[in-house]
């Protein structure tokens, strides 16, 4: 659930489910701002095997909207409000082409929502491993959105994450103490403006308690109507003022025994930034958002020859930065021309499944690079990074199985035989 805000309702925010097909196309239409609007979409045409294809419905940016009237009638928000929507909304949009950068979310990953695939464009989902190993992935499905098959690109997370935030620390460390200094005062002002607006409130509510005891001394006894309103008013007031006081006495009480921040220990803070960005009472949270705030978005790619990781970091005031992270080993087959089990993969690929590969790999014992038995998206990471040709039934022939499939077993039980199994692990 998101919060979208509206005018007239109470606080200034309603909810609205983010995935209601019903609201979202009315929270997108300017009308709904009281503006009158004209020529959202257009037509664009192409030519397809020497003729012209029209098609419809391609969105414009609203700077080309060839009619935009505001205040064209009452609406239901003002066009501030609704600016501001479209804003949430192109930020929470995931796995779109041409999406903008995303809001912080929380979560062990540093760059969530910030990462953008170099080779489709689309912005980088993130998927985390096992909860003891604090690991996570940044993955870009790419076209398998819309019926293809195969992965862009999929790196590690954690050496990622921390050679952005050493770039990141190395950007803002000549700048660390004039934000500690900053921070404080910030603190200080924070509080002093919480006081003194009480204080104001507080001396209204007593203005108003003298105020309603005057019309209530000054009214004739005989009018018992007015006098039982002008004493509930009294009476409200002197409320008023009671529920202001003990906010006051709160805040004053929150203060002293608030920790003081003092000068000196923020200046020795901020002469060591790096420990304090990697404390772990960091709020991840509050991380993401520091780095929203100093990064644009975060160009990914995969130099497979080199195996490292090729990041061009877009910051927000226009300078470009590139950075290169050696991937993990795991991730790169070791020796994969000598491995015995490529010499399966490579045997099996044209005629068989990665399922059914990676049950014969773990039937013959081989096991994976870190050991572990063989999985479906282990032999699908392997045979893309050595290019070769996924199994499509409709063109590979595949011999006749017999009721009970012995046929296709004796079939992989040869493509077995063909290489030396490894010893059974002791």
Known sequence: MREIRTSGS???????????R???????NPFYAGAYTWGRTCIRTRVEDGRARKTQGHRRPMSKWPVLIQGHHAGYISWEDFL??????????????????????GGRALLTGELRCGRCGRMLRVVYGSAAGHAHQYFCKGADMRGARGLCLRIGGVRVDKAVAEQLLAAVAPYAVEAAILAEEKASAINSDRTTALERELEDARYDVTLARRRYDAVDPDKRLVARELEARWEAALERVQQTEAKLQELRRHSE??????????????????EVWNSPAADMRLKQRVVRALVEEIIVDVDVERGEVALVIHWVGGRHTEVRVRRNKGVGFPAAKKSQAVRVIRLMVARWSDHEIAVSLNRMRCPAPDGSTWTKCRVQEVRQRLRLPEYDPSTSPRPKTSACGRQSARSRRRAAERVSPLPKPG
């Open 257 to 274: 025994l608030a920790p003081k921040v003092e000068r000196a220990d923020l200046m020795a803070l901020s002469h060591d930034l790096p």
């Open 10 to 20: 109470v606080g200034g925010r309603s909810r609205e489910s983010s995935r209601d």
């Open 84 to 105: 501001q929507n479209q804003t949430m909304l192109a930020e929470n949009a995931h796995m779109k082409k041409r999406a903008a950068r995303k809001s912080a979310r």
């Open 22 to 28: 019903s609201t979202r196309p009315t929270i997108r």
